[in-house]
């Protein structure tokens, strides 16, 4: 009968046609602007998003592969869960590196205070380390409750920034997931972190 059984692909969110249609909209923008202006664009962006720093992160199991010969013994790991004790760590990077790193005290959560007030830290660390771009910049970050409130509105069109668009649902086009976060989490796993001001 040539059937066979096919299990549905897990997709994060099932997009309208009105969403396909603006996600389109701004990636044709964004391809737009790289035209006109190169590797320039690139780097006037700086991109902003948050991760957990967990206290133990356990070796992948990628990382605990090792070299055996064909008649060794099958090693036997137990699996080990990561700690529960966490800080949430907002980042702002650029093509150079990281610009700011901010923890948030453990039990708190971002809000638009929180997210306002990182941004005033952010402008006075871009005047220490990246002075060339102060006004000139483009901010990327995406569209989180905090993010997108009129308080953070407001404060960024006081600040005099400009924010790339980033349309609903949209994980590929969140560069630190792909190009900061991976790499720094391999680099936590297997480590003991005692504590929040260790971590800080």
Not at 3 to 12: Q, S
Not at 41 to 67: A, G, N
Request: net charge positive; aromatic share 8%; with cysteine.
């Amino acid at each position: 009968m040539e059937y066979r059984k096919a299990c549905a692909r897990w997709v994060p969110q099932i997009l309208t046609q009105e969403r396909k249609e603006h996600r389109m909209q701004v990636c044709w923008s964004l391809l737009n602007l790289y035209e006109a202006e190169g590797d320039s664009f690139l780097d006037r962006i700086i991109t902003s998003d948050e991760m957990f720093c967990r206290h133990y992160e356990p070796e992948s199991k990628r990382q605990s592969v090792d070299w055996q010969h064909v008649n060794s013994p099958s090693k036997k790991k137990l699996k080990i869960l990561p700690s529960v004790g966490k800080v949430m760590c907002t980042v702002f990077w650029d093509r150079k590196g990281v610009i700011l790193l901010n923890f948030i005290e453990p039990g708190q959560t971002i809000n638009s205070d929180r997210y306002v007030a990182t941004l005033s830290k952010l402008k006075a660390r871009i005047s220490k380390v990246r002075p060339e771009k102060k006004t000139s910049f483009l901010l990327q970050h995406n569209n989180a409750r905090p993010h997108i409130s009129l308080k953070t509105m407001k404060h960024i069109v006081k600040l005099g920034w400009t924010v790339v668009p980033h349309p609903p649902y949209s994980p590929d086009l969140a560069p630190s997931d792909f190009h900061l976060f991976g790499p720094v989490k391999d680099e936590l796993h297997g480590q003991h972190i005692p504590s929040y001001n260790v971590i800080v």
